[in-house]
């Protein structure tokens, strides 16, 4: 019996090996937009959740934490504040903090609406009219993991709202600016999947097309005011290669 279990605790210990060696290979370095004493920005690829994942699974934050660690060799643990999120298959900018102070000063930003989040996306479709504001209820439906559209009478409904922008149309597809003015779970994804145009790549909310690496959804911008200097600084992230086939 021993023996199976010491096998059974290679075997597991060998494929967590595997896993994280993949993943390594898939994120080899972090992808820094912007660094100083208080802030930092960097763009997170697709398939990389950004934290709360398993502490033998990598996350962004995980990443990040080691990228400061041997940047400036500091021996103990270091602080990040996740300040801004985005779902594992998203790209783009997010924000973390590097100080406490950092980190408080910025979430009150994000609770208060100061903050400027601008996304582009691919959506199935040409959408109309080529401009307007959506609002919807969105409440979470836990068992599958995933947003509801819903009535604002049903109980624990919150109202998602965002402003959007079609840039231009890509053959069958359009690309969207969208602005957030709340920043519900899932919000652009099932929002506009409701208004029949779902993100490229979004199985989970009724799309037909395949994307290349996660789904065409990209934090393209961030404004915010610096949490300690008197600046506004905004954080721009490039789309990745994969966009360019599609005319991107």
């Known amino acids: 019996m021993l023996r199976f279990l010491v096998r059974a605790d290679m075997e597991e210990y060998a494929s967590r090996a595997v896993r994280l060696l993949k993943v390594s290979m898939q994120h080899p370095s972090l992808d820094v937009l ?24 990598p996350s962004l934050l995980k990443v990040a934490k080691e990228w400061i660690k041997q940047r400036y060799a500091k021996p103990g643990n270091v ?45 199935e479709g040409t959408i109309e009219p080529p401009h307007g504001r959506l609002v919807n209820w969105l409440m979470a439906h836990g068992r599958h993991r995933r947003m509801l559209v819903v009535g604002p009478s049903i109980e624990g409904a919150k109202e998602a709202a965002l402003n959007y922008q079609r840039l231009r149309r890509l053959g069958a597809h359009s690309l969207l600016e969208v602005r957030l003015e709340t920043g519900r779970k899932h919000q652009i994804r099932i929002q506009l999947a409701d208004r029949g145009h779902p993100v490229l790549g979004d199985y989970k909310y009724g799309a037909h097309l395949k994307f290349p690496q996660g789904i065409a959804l990209h934090s393209r911008r961030v404004t915010f005011q610096h949490p300690v200097r008197d600046e506004r600084i905004t954080i721009e992230a490039p789309v990745p290669e994969v966009w360019a086939p599609f005319g991107v």
């Open 79 to 123: 602080y990040l504040g996740v300040v801004s999120r985005l779902d594992a298959p998203v790209t783009g900018v997010v924000l973390l903090a590097r100080t406490s102070k950092a980190a408080n000063r910025l979430t009150q930003q994000f609770r208060s609406r100061e903050v400027e989040k601008v996304y582009w996306a691919i959506v």
């Open 34 to 57: 912007y660094e100083d004493n208080h802030v930092l920005a960097v763009s997170k690829p697709a398939g990389l959740p950004t934290m709360g994942v398993p502490e033998d699974e």
